[in-house]
């Protein structure tokens, strides 16, 4: 079974940078080429939140509030997504989550709708002090 798997989270001052990174495992079973992959937050008392999301074919698309302070990224090899994150605000602190689709549209699908994807990690916490 297909595990997803996030670490780098902590605690930052406003301002600063983390990168979070989102590692599959059960490799050989996990083509991951063939999925759609996005990152997600939720604070607490607030619905959770598509922040980007990266296609099969390197599509990327990225929520309005992080537009040109998070790049999505990935490595095929190591299996690995990765979201980085400057400039971060008090706003960003929440729990952020990686999610999996296999075989989705990740063209035209709904890819910062938490309903589109089927795979969730556990999640890592962010928090960003003003």
């Known amino acids: 079974e297909v595990q997803l798997v996030e670490s780098g989270g902590g605690s930052v001052q406003a301002g600063g940078s983390l990168r979070l990174s989102c590692v599959a495992s059960?490799?050989?079973?996990?083509?991951?080429?063939?999925?759609?992959m996005g990152w997600f937050r939720q604070a607490p008392g607030k619905e959770r939140e598509g922040v980007a999301s990266?296609?099969?074919?390197?599509?990327?698309r990225y929520a309005d509030p992080v537009k040109g302070r998070f790049t999505i990224s990935q490595d095929i090899a190591k299996n690995t997504l990765y979201l980085t994150m400057n400039s971060l605000e008090p706003e960003d602190t929440a729990m952020y989550f990686c999610a999996a689709r296999p075989y989705g549209d990740c063209w035209s699908g709904p890819v910062l709708s938490s309903g589109f994807y089927t795979i969730w990690g556990q999640g890592t916490q962010v928090t960003v002090s003003s």
């Open positions: 990266m296609g099969r074919d390197a599509r990327i």
């Open positions: 059960a490799a050989s079973a996990f083509p991951y080429s063939k999925y759609c």
